[in-house]
């Protein structure tokens, strides 16, 4: 199993630019989420997903967007990128969300940065 | 609103040495409690969680936390820091009904030699 992964792993990007970044799992968990995380600020949840077509806002939703078309994929896409969107976007993934099995488990991370 | 803190930013320690992380949490029902490190350049890895029972749970790599409802707080700790455990570590609180993970601002953790 390769677990979450994610791409790109870096990527640089103009203000007002747009760009997707991919998430995919293989453990066929159902819960899917994307963080962000800033130094010093530990994670904060962007979108989050609770299976194929549903979708829900997480803290910090401004500015992004979702899709969940497959249980495996849930890309996240910046419209128009602002240089408060530079820093380390991290997808994860659980079996539930919820109960004594409610792990989630960390792709490597993307890292953005915007000027 | 659920919240953790982690009042340590930065700890520097000698290997060989003691470990002990902070962790406060605020949740207005029974919370799951959760430690993850997080080496450099990497994602985050789960070592160990907390829904119930014995207050004193058993993680990877030789951590152990010991949740304390009365203080509200989940500290973890090591008896013995080995080099290989320089890492950032993180906090967080979830709930039985929940998806929705809250995590602390982190512990960057330095090894001296």
């Known amino acids: 199993n390769a677990g979450v992964t994610q791409t790109p792993k870096f990527r640089i990007l103009k203000i007002g630019q747009s760009m997707t970044l991919q998430c995919t799992q293989d453990?066929?968990?159902?819960?899917m989420y994307w963080y962000r995380q800033d130094p010093g600020m530990g994670l904060k949840l962007i979108y989050y997903s609770v299976g194929a077509g549903i979708t829900d806002k997480g803290e910090v939703p401004n500015g992004y967007n979702v899709s969940r078309s497959t249980t495996e994929d849930f890309p996240l896409r910046l419209e128009l990128a602002a240089p408060s969107q530079t820093s380390v976007y991290f997808c994860?993934?659980?079996?539930?969300?919820?109960?004594?099995?409610?792990?989630?488990?960390f792709g490597p991370g993307t890292r953005l940065t915007v000027t | 609103a659920q919240s953790v803190t982690q009042p340590d930013i930065h700890i520097t320690v000698s290997e060989g040495a003691s470990l002990e992380l902070r962790c406060n949490y605020s949740?207005?029902?029974?919370?799951?409690l959760f430690w993850y490190v997080q080496s450099p350049g990497q994602g985050l890895q789960l070592l160990l969680k907390y829904f119930s029972g014995d207050t004193l749970v058993q993680g990877i790599k030789g951590f152990e936390a010991e949740f304390k409802r009365s203080q509200s707080s989940f500290n973890l700790r090591k008896p013995s820091v080995h080099w290989s455990d320089a890492a950032e570590y993180f906090c967080a609180v979830g709930g039985a009904a929940g998806n929705k993970l809250t995590f602390g601002g982190g512990t960057r953790v330095l090894v001296k030699p």
């Open positions: 994860a993934s659980s079996e539930t969300g919820g109960g004594s099995s409610y792990e989630q488990y």
């Open positions: 453990m066929n968990h159902n819960y």
């Open positions: 949740y207005g029902a029974t919370p799951y």
